[in-house]
């Protein structure tokens, strides 16, 4: 078992910037990959920015150039650093790890974005 909190959330106007962590606890030697996902009202959860074991990463388009997933597998812990927010970034943003010893996602319980003028 995986447990995942976060923090960071909260409300910044447009152009702002952010800061999200999670910290992973339990079996975390079984996590191969830590993420990112956020889900707007409406919406489907998607996946903004992943970050594999090897420190190799991956976006979704909508935040390339503007968000950085940054941190250490090993260490438990994984990083979201937001810059020039928009407004279409508001959302539930959820830190999720991956243990493929047992084909199972894990999830945090969610940080609220919001993004307003």
């Known amino acids: 078992q995986v447990q995942l909190v976060e923090s960071g959330g909260g409300l910044v106007q447009p152009g702002g910037s952010l800061r999200l962590s999670c910290a992973a606890s339990g079996s975390t030697f079984t996590i191969s990959i830590m993420a990112w996902f956020r889900q707007a009202p409406g919406k489907q959860r998607e996946l903004v920015a992943l970050?594999?074991?090897?420190?190799?990463?991956n976006y979704v388009d909508s935040v390339k150039g503007r968000f950085t997933i940054s941190g250490d597998i090993r260490k438990n812990t994984v990083y979201l650093q937001m810059n020039s927010l928009k407004l279409e970034d508001t959302a539930v943003y959820y830190c999720n790890a991956y243990v493929p010893l047992v084909r199972t996602d894990y999830w945090g319980q969610g940080t609220q974005v919001t993004v307003s003028s």
């Open positions: 970050l594999r074991s090897g420190n190799s990463a």
